[in-house]
């Protein structure tokens, strides 16, 4: 299925004010009970389709197709509805066992660098990633869909545009994909289908979710998140005298790939990489930001081994300069070092050990 081309700018697509209604952006949001698999409804995957018997074994399935071809799929390449839908299948149309044994060989990636810049210049941090290796224009409305494939591209996940076809043909109206129960699904499918599995983050609470992103990326992790409602509100003001907007609230899907941050002023940008061909990247002053930017979730770089998360405890805090009513502390952590401006030692020590704070 071949992209429509269309202009994302002067009039946002309709379909996302119903989309950001039911919460759909959201890169790990439950899908609503109206898009939940139920026991009657086809797989979302494209490899279960015309399959009419199946055995599943520890790692792997193996399929027969309608014509009689057998396949096997790996099970780490299904979404949970799926698989409930293939254990179905198998008991109700097993397929005996051969005398064929399939051996599972660990491979490891090689790790990607995403970290392009990481510097502290007086009280200025700045940290950017790599950009997409490719820029898309979004579709329609499939911001959600265009926004993954950055995110994915970034870490590097490499999506290809065939399946992102198929996505797009799930939805029975391009301006509102969302209307279409397998649509929701495939999204999720998309970000799952890689082996070893994609390591994914989210923040414990949406507290503190500024400081948590930043965070993320200082690790070189891209964070696929949500501008809820208003984007023109985070808009560059020139590309808004240029191009207009209608006035809707409107959401819409980005990827955060690189900050500033003045841990004097508190003051700072995001970096955003976006899907339309007029605007691809720009930057988000944060306190244009508070409150509309939300449900952020993070990725690991293919091939880069990490511990689990950490909790985060504070072992020396020195101080670097008076600046006034503020002063610049350096604290280290088990985790790292940081620079925090706070009134006193204990603020600064609870800034790191409580996350008030990037």
Same mark, same amino acid.
């Given at each position: 299925?071949?992209? !429509? ?22 890169? =790990?949001?439950?899908? @609503?009970?109206?898009? &939940? ?6 797989? &979302? ?7 009419? &018997? ?6 792997? &399935? ?8 057998? %396949? ?21 149309? @097993? ?16 790790? #990607? #660098? ?21 820029? !898309? ?24 545009? +065939? ?10 109206? +391009?301006?509102? +994909?969302? #209307? ?48 809820? !409602? ?16 209608? =006035? ?49 979730? %993070?990725?690991? @770089? ?52 409580? #996350?008030?704070?990037?």
């Amino acid at each position: 299925m071949a992209p !429509h081309p269309r202009p994302p700018v002067l009039r946002s697509p309709p379909g996302l004010r119903s989309a950001l209604a039911a919460g759909c952006l959201l890169a =790990g949001a439950v899908m @609503p009970a109206r898009l &939940a698999a139920q026991p009657g409804d086809a797989p &979302a995957n494209p490899k279960l389709e015309n399959v009419v &018997a199946a055995r599943i074994d520890a790692t792997y &399935a193996v399929i027969v197709a309608a014509d009689g071809g057998r %396949s096997l799929l790996p099970l780490s390449e299904l979404s949970p509805a799926d698989r409930a839908w293939l254990e179905r299948l198998a008991a109700e149309h @097993p397929l005996a066992h051969g005398n064929s044994k399939v051996v599972t060989v660990a491979t490891t990636a090689p790790e #990607k #660098k995403t970290i392009l810049v990481s510097k502290t210049e007086g009280p200025l941090e700045t940290v950017q990633l790599c950009p997409p290796s490719v820029f !898309h224009n979004q579709t329609a409305s499939f911001c959600a869909l265009y926004a993954r494939i950055h995110w994915l591209d970034i870490a590097g996940y490499y999506v290809k545009m +065939p399946d992102v076809y198929k996505i797009e043909g799930l939805a029975a109206d +391009p301006d509102d +994909p969302w #209307k279409s129960p397998r649509y929701g699904p495939a999204l999720e499918q998309l970000v799952h289908a890689y082996a070893p599995a994609a390591a994914l983050h989210e923040p414990v609470s949406q507290d503190h979710v500024f400081g948590w992103i930043l965070d993320q990326v200082r690790q070189g992790r891209p964070v696929f998140a949500a501008l809820t !409602h208003e984007i023109w509100q985070a808009l560059p003001p020139k590309f808004i005298a240029a191009h207009g907007w209608d =006035g809707g609230k409107e959401g819409h899907a980005i990827v955060i790939n690189g900050f500033t941050w003045n841990h004097l002023t508190s003051k700072g940008t995001f970096h955003i990489i976006n899907s339309w061909d007029v605007l691809y990247e720009f930057d988000l002053p944060v306190e244009n930001a508070e409150g509309m930017l939300a449900y952020p979730r %993070s990725l690991t @770089p293919i091939g880069k081994l990490e511990a689990p998360d950490a909790a985060e405890q504070v072992k020396r805090v020195t101080l670097v300069r008076s600046a006034g009513r503020v002063n610049i502390y350096e604290v280290e952590t088990n985790l790292g070092v940081h620079r925090v401006a706070a009134p006193n030692e204990a603020e600064a020590r609870a800034l790191i050990e409580n #996350k008030g704070g990037p």
